[in-house]
Each structure stands twice: as structure tokens, then as C-alpha cells.
């Protein structure tokens, strides 16, 4: 049996741990916070549960196959969101968007009219195919610079992929309404990056969320963790929270385990949950993987967000999750992302508000998390969200965005309840407060995040900022790939050897317990 260390208890780090510990190794997980969970976090106030990261679950199956492979189904059985979204255009018009793909068309037809379902089926289409080419083989697998070229060396496969366009050229060249191309660009907000410079592939993601459908787990997601956590500890994976990494020992050109509270842990490999970022520029010593240092720190962050917590009284109807869109889009994108970032002064706004009687303390209220898209938290060169009275002074432009667009919850406020992108640093160990590590800008933006398998021998990286990408889809195949890698205890390490990792075809779920 060998030893491997994960560093972070996030979704990443406890789904690689225990496809790990189900393969035969010995497995220790490290978490400076005083819970697990990472991102996937959770705030408790006066009778409210809040999830504090994702709101919804796509592709639920790749969820059950982590429950298969590591000792079977958990209990969880997540439900349909029917309606997946409502979106607010910034002239009022409504578009209710159905968990149902088939019913999409007509949905889009009677907000924006005619010939808008039409548009809509024919980039579903497009994207059904950039799937076909990306969801298994690339998406995953160990990012390969060898696949990519491949792919590119077939012109049907070059024209679909068309690397050299981003989301929003696609949606100038493909919807003809304005408003569809607005919400076509927000799903480069998935990635937290600008959709005028994020690779037009990823647009797959609309796709992903109307073919697989969302997905809300009852009770909300942080039970995936909790879950997962539990599964962990029955493999016998020894999970210490408020336990800070120090530092990675590397010896002998490979990593030999981490030093904990200035003692040494061995390990056969380590694998870091962590930010790339806080990995290559923190945790190693200077000499090891200096390429990787460099080129971390010149790939640009993702965005973060500001969110705002609302106690609410009196219960009202309403999709889940709602989106209300600014007069001018491209001017978010311009105040995170541009040279000199500052405060979105007219964001769009972002409202998860679930049904679910086990997040309010009684019939009469509902919860809202609120999230504005946001600059990371830079106060040497950008948005110093610490600075004195800046949180109270957004919150309220917040408040005011959200009444200003038809949605004023002023008087019925219990409480409101701020997290900063210098608070998410803080919570998450994520620079700045970004979401996703880096940002996808550029045609060559796969190739520039961090691979699974680092330069170093024996080292690995799983979680959002590594391949291949944030997200829980995305997380939990970073964490099937990092284990794959890996291999079943007793095989060499190191192998170079790659093993596709031996998974069904992903396919719409229908209601099952996972």
C-alpha cells in the first residue's frame, strides 16, 4: 500500500481521495480551514442555510459514477429544477428557460419571438457537436497537446472547434437578437472569464446545462461534500481539518511528502486541491518547477464575486435561479478585465432563491444568495475590497440594482450578509477571491492551465484551477483523472502509461437516487 497526501478537503481533493483510498492506497487529507469543502462552503444565520459556492449540478451522472467506483450509491437523489433559469433583458422582457430541452425552442419563441427557438436549436446543434469532440476526449483525459493537434489536423473537426473565434463572435455570427447573445456570453462567466476573449468551445456550456439538464440536490449542495467526506472516512481516508500545509518537500528531482506543524509526512505522491497559484508560488521550494511558477503567474485571474446573503420574510414565487441583465454588458467585462479594475457600477445580478424548507426557518421567509460578478481582490494593483466602507457602500448598490430591475426585497429584509472577494480569499485560500484560478482568455487557454500531472515526479493537481476547469462537472473529472494518473497501489509510479478512465457515455439523467 502506498502513502499519498491530498492537499485541501474541496470537492476536488476529498473525490480524489477516495477513488484513491477505494484503489488500494493510503490516503491523509490536509485542510487549513476548519471544515471540509473549499468552495462548496455554507453559511448558518438566524434559522438560514446559505450555499456559499455552486447552486447548481449538471451532468448528475458523473456524481454517480464517483459513488460506484468508490463503494456505491450515497443516498443523495438530486431533483429537476423546473424552471433551469429565468432571465430579466434590459428592456423587461422575461425569458423562462425549461428544464426540458425540447420544450427550449418555444420558450425562447414566446419571449423574444419568432425565429428565436430556431436560432437557439441550431448553436445547440453546433455545441452538440463541439461535445461529441470535447466532452470525452479532451475534457476527460490528461490535457495533450498531441489530441488537440490531432483534432486539428481533421478541417471538419478545425471548423467546429474554430479556435480562432470566441463566444461572443459565435453569438454576432449565429443569434440575431441581442438579447440571445447576452445570454450566450454569460456562460463565459462559467469559467470566470470575458466571453469577448474566451475560446468559443467553451460555449459548450450552454449546451451541458440545457441537454443535461440543472439539478438541485434537497437540503443544497454542500451535502455533495458532507456526503463525500463520510465516504471518504468509511475507506479509511484520515481527514485532518485546521491543519495548514506548510510547504512540499521535494528531494532527489521528486516529491517526498509535506511538512505539517513543522514535522515531515512521507508520501509516495502528493496531490494539491489547492490553488495553482498558491502551489507553484508558495508551497514548493524556489528551485522546483520555475517554469510553471512563471507561466502561473503571468496567466491572468478569473474573475470573483460579490455576494450578498439575504434573510428574507415572506415566501414568493419564482424560478430558483434568476438573472437580470445590465444596459451595457460589455462595460462588466471592461470594469473587471480592464487595465485599471474597479467595482462593476451596473452589474448583472445573479439570484439563487431555492424552494427548499430546509434552508428557512419557517414557511413565512426564503433565503436569497446574491452575486454580482467582481475584480479579485488586488490591492496593490486593482480593487482593494477591504478598503474602509467599500462593502457597505456596494452592497447597497447591490440592493438598489436588483429594486431598480423589478425585484425590490427592501422591506422585507431580516438580514443581509456580505461576502467580498478579499472574504473568499480568505475562506477559500483562492487569490484574490477568483473563482476559477485563471481566467480562459485566448485560443491556447486549455493549454495554459495547470495540467494534472505537474512537472515535478509525483506530484499532482486536482480542483477548478487545474485541468480541466471549474465547475463540479469539470472538478470531478480533474479528480478522475488525477486518480487515473495515479493507478491502483503497486502499480510503478510514474508510469507513463495514460489509461483512459473506464467510464459510460455521459447521457441525460433521469430521476434516480445517487
Not at 432563491?353 to 421567509?365: C, F, G, K, Q, Y
Amino acid at each position: 500500500m502506498s502513502g499519498v497526501v491530498v492537499i485541501g478537503a474541496g470537492l476536488g481533493g476529498l473525490a480524489a481521495a477516495a477513488r484513491l483510498a477505494a484503489a488500494g492506497h493510503r490516503v491523509r487529507v490536509f485542510e487549513s480551514a476548519p471544515t471540509v469543502g473549499g468552495k462548496l462552503g455554507v453559511v448558518e444565520r438566524d434559522g438560514f442555510t446559505f450555499d456559499t459556492g455552486p447552486s447548481l449540478l449538471t451532468i448528475p451522472d458523473l456524481l454517480t459514477e464517483l459513488w460506484h467506483d468508490t463503494g456505491g450509491p450515497s443516498g443523495l437523489s438530486p431533483i429537476a429544477v423546473d424552471p433551469a433559469c429565468a432571465y430579466v433583458f434590459p428592456d423587461g422582457t422575461r425569458l423562462t428557460l425549461p428544464h426540458d430541452p425540447a420544450q427550449v425552442p418555444a420558450a425562447f419563441d414566446a419571449a423574444l419571438g419568432a425565429d428565436a427557438g430556431e436560432a437557439w436549436r441550431r448553436l445547440h446543434e453546433r455545441s452538440r457537436r463541439l461535445w461529441d469532440l470535447v466532452g470525452e476526449p479532451v475534457l476527460r483525459r490528461p490535457i495533450s497537446l498531441t489530441a488537440l493537434i490531432r483534432m486539428s489536423a481533421r478541417p471538419a473537426d478545425l471548423r467546429a472547434v474554430a479556435p480562432w473565434r470566441t463566444i461572443d463572435g459565435v453569438g454576432r455570427r449565429m443569434l440575431p437578437d441581442p438579447r440571445m447573445r447576452m445570454w450566450l456570453n454569460r456562460y463565459a462567466t462559467y469559467s470566470g472569464s470575458d466571453p469577448r476573449r474566451t475560446p468559443a468551445v467553451l460555449g459548450v456550456t450552454s449546451f451541458v446545462e440545457q441537454e443535461f439538464g440543472a439539478w438541485y440536490v434537497p437540503g443544497g449542495l454542500r451535502r455533495i461534500v458532507e456526503t463525500l467526506a463520510a465516504r471518504c472516512v468509511d475507506l479509511g481516508v484520515d481527514i485532518v481539518t485546521d491543519t495548514p500545509v506548510e510547504a512540499i518537500t521535494v528531494a532527489g528531482g521528486r516529491v517526498r511528502g509535506v511538512r505539517v506543524g513543522g514535522a515531515q509526512e512521507p508520501a509516495d505522491a502528493v496531490v494539491c486541491n489547492a490553488d495553482a497559484a498558491t502551489l507553484y508560488d508558495g508551497l514548493l521550494p524556489p528551485h522546483a518547477a520555475t517554469r510553471m511558477r512563471r507561466q502561473v503567474r503571468r496567466t491572468p485571474r478569473s474573475m470573483a464575486g460579490f455576494v450578498v446573503l439575504l434573510g428574507l420574510s415572506q415566501r414568493k414565487p419564482g424560478a430558483a435561479h434568476r438573472v437580470y441583465f445590465p444596459a451595457d454588458y460589455d462595460a462588466e467585462f471592461d470594469a473587471i478585465f480592464g487595465r485599471r479594475p474597479h467595482p462593476v457600477p451596473d452589474p448583472t445580478v445573479y439570484v439563487h432563491a431555492p424552494d427548499d424548507p430546509a434552508l428557512r426557518p419557517d414557511d413565512d421567509s426564503e433565503g436569497w444568495f446574491v452575486m454580482v460578478n467582481a475584480p479579485a481582490h488586488d490591492p496593490g494593483r486593482g480593487v482593494d475590497w477591504d478598503a474602509p466602507g467599500l462593502r457597505e457602500r456596494y452592497t447597497r448598490l447591490v440592493l438598489d440594482t436588483l429594486a431598480a430591475r423589478g425585484a425590490d426585497v427592501e422591506d422585507r429584509i431580516r438580514f443581509a450578509e456580505t461576502i467580498t472577494p478579499a472574504d473568499l480569499q480568505r475562506r477559500t485560500g483562492a487569490p484574490g477571491g477568483a473563482i476559477y484560478g485563471t481566467a480562459s482568455h485566448g485560443p491556447r487557454a486549455a493549454l495554459r492551465r495547470p495540467a494534472n500531472r505537474s512537472p515535478l515526479p509525483g506530484l499532482y493537481l486536482v480542483g477548478g484551477s487545474a485541468h480541466p476547469g471549474g465547475g463540479i462537472p469539470l472538478v470531478l473529472m480533474s479528480a478522475e483523472i488525477t486518480a487515473t494518473l495515479i493507478g491502483p497501489a503497486g502499480t510503478p509510479a510514474e508510469s507513463t502509461a495514460v489509461p483512459r478512465p473506464a467510464t459510460a457515455r455521459l447521457r441525460r439523467p433521469r430521476r434516480r437516487s445517487t
